[in-house]
């Protein structure tokens, strides 16, 4: 993956500049670009490096010899991208799917239907697709590709991801949509693999995520960064997990929608937002709370994790532009001095299609850790 | 590092054993055993394989065949000790430190005496000594060396590492206490560098530090973990830094006394349990009120680092033994359900020799890392 990474970065690129951009030996180099070439992910060009001593052959990526398959998967939404090397989506398929169909053998079947129907559309051979990432919400065993559970599609110990392999003959890894999406904002090119991105999203649920030198930060049960229920308040309202001042009771949708519900019904945030542009002091009060609680847990984050990004997003912000200037506004209240310009808050750069790109180069990188050859 | 760590937890072992439990190939193995037994560290036994096919010599390690030095420093204590491979003491010194010695010049003359006086009182040649790893309390730039703040100390910006480096003229690795405390205590073995092991410490100050698999994680600026300054209130007691609600505000030393004054004066923390103990109310309070916020600081670092171990220290749970029931006794109250059973709550094991000992992993660690060669 390393290697692989530096000659898309930096292509065309010889070996020797390999070996000193990545400080391994010219034998190890050798090999993985040996196999690199043998798969037709890397070619020699007819380039040769300038500069002084022997000319060296310039090596060169081709981004559409092989492709991923990126997956996001919802309470509604199946979203599939083919994904090529460079993380451009080369075709596409968003389909709505029932709350019936929404079981695991039925949405397997989905899955498999569109990938093998976007293939056929555009002309593309499955037999370039390297695997399949999927993206869900909910606590995932990545390692067993497991739905341990998600409230969100109401499955508990869905072995979801031999289900799908079983389907399409390819292999399947599945994980918290949140990791995939913090895996998939994390890349802008080479260097931002050396970064430490953490990701917060609010919406209907609120949750973190955190990546490290390109690689996802897992914890013990790959629950990590799961802070809707860290408890930003001793004495607080109470959550529906039945503890106090849980982080979610102040920002997530559904909270905020039950306390708008003591004044008028309100039925979206969207309209909360409305009714504070519109002069609702209640509104603003409601929202504003969920403000100074998204500045907590950006402070929080910050102290545990000391990234030098961080991705704010979710529906909360990405769907009303004015919360990200809210929550930035209110941060200097909570950061503590020594981490005072030590990160960059950000909002999402991929939108919607963030979990997917980043499934799909979840894939990538674990088939690529592998050394391509099946297991 | 990991080789030689293989043969110190198996050992003796053969070369075979080894590529089988490390998955590197025999190339490499040969290559890295063969430097290991040239420094000395590792040895060829006259002991040979069992079981079938063709025998091969097991190596063995030399434990103490080199030895690190491990330094503590903190507002006046100086702590040194040598540590051989297996992480024991050979031998050790403590020393009182007057305020004005507490300076960087004159600091590192008492180290480097200390650690001399040690060798000779030892009968150990200094060539023995692989480098100095020194634990002090603040926020240090590990890479740099240099102890960025140092409340304890009263110290900003200054270059330690190099000044005792240039005494000693040894290789010298300068972190943050509670780090290297957090890596002396993940260290059970082989098997405990697999895991994620999550430090939290209360007395004077508050902070965590987290293990990753043998590794400190430091962040983008080796200040993560410094949740002493997290929110856990936003509209609750205003903190020396001029925020609201900093998780410090309820549990550190200081905070704590300065609420016993409102009732009579308290010089400390264990005075305050002793009256807790004699039946005050007002005790009992602060108290309670500190280990419930103990919890809440336990749940939030659970959320975000998902560890399999923690570990609670610190004055306040060392030098109490009722502190850490009281507190492991409230964690169901803020555990998130799908966290319950991931973690196990640890006292310190290796108590006021902590710092000490994981200062000396550090510096072994590094200079293997390097291939113990000089750069």
Redesign the interface.
């Known amino acids: 993956m390393l290697i692989l990474e530096m000659i898309r970065a930096h292509r065309p690129v010889s070996r020797a500049e390999i070996a000193k951009r990545t400080r391994m030996s010219a034998t190890s180099i050798g090999r993985i670009v040996g196999d690199l070439i043998e798969f037709g992910l890397v070619k020699e060009t007819d380039q040769f490096s300038s500069g002084v001593g022997r000319k060296a052959t310039l090596l060169d990526i081709d981004v559409q010899s092989i492709l991923s398959v990126g997956v996001e998967v919802d309470r509604n939404i199946v979203l599939i991208g083919l994904v090529d090397l460079d993380g451009n989506i080369v075709a596409e398929q968003r389909r709505t799917i029932d709350r019936q169909l929404a079981q695991p053998e039925s949405l397997a079947g989905i899955i498999a239907d569109m990938v093998m129907q976007l293939a056929e559309a555009h002309g593309l051979s499955p037999s370039k697709f390297i695997g399949v990432g999927i993206g869900m919400p909910g606590?995932i065993d990545s390692a067993e590709g497991t739905a341990?559970?998600s409230a969100q599609l109401g499955w508990k110990n869905e072995r979801f991801a031999s289900i799908v392999e079983a389907k399409l003959g390819l292999p399947v890894v599945l994980d918290n949509d949140l990791k995939v999406k913090a895996l998939g904002e994390s890349s802008e090119g080479a260097m931002s693999d050396q970064?430490?991105t953490a990701l917060i999203s609010i919406g209907s649920g609120v949750g973190?995520a955190l990546v490290?030198e390109g690689k996802i930060?897992?914890?013990?049960?790959?629950?990590?960064?799961?802070?809707g229920?860290?408890?930003?308040?001793?004495?607080?309202k109470l959550c529906e997990?039945g503890?106090r001042g849980?982080l979610q009771t102040y920002i997530a949708d559904l909270a905020m929608l039950q306390e708008a519900g003591q004044i008028k019904p309100v039925s979206s945030v969207n309209e909360l937002f409305s009714l504070m542009n519109a002069g609702e002091a209640w509104a603003f009060n409601i929202i504003d709370r969920a403000c100074?609680?998204a500045a907590?847990a950006v402070?929080?984050?910050v102290?545990?994790?000391?990234?030098?990004v961080i991705i704010l997003t979710g529906d909360f912000i990405d769907s009303n532009p004015e919360a990200f200037d809210a929550v930035s506004g209110k941060l200097k209240?909570?950061i503590?001095?020594?981490?005072a310009g030590?990160?960059e808050l950000k909002r999402s750069k991929l939108g919607k299609k963030s979990v997917m790109i980043g499934a799909a180069k979840l894939v990538l990188q674990q088939r690529l850790d592998r050394g391509l050859r099946n297991d």
């Open positions: 606590i341990v559970f970064g430490k973190s490290v930060y897992r914890g013990a049960n790959n629950i990590a960064g799961e802070i229920h860290s408890t930003v308040d001793p004495n607080g997990c503890k849980c100074t609680y907590v402070s929080n984050v102290c545990t994790y000391n990234p030098d209240d909570f503590w001095e020594p981490f030590t990160f």
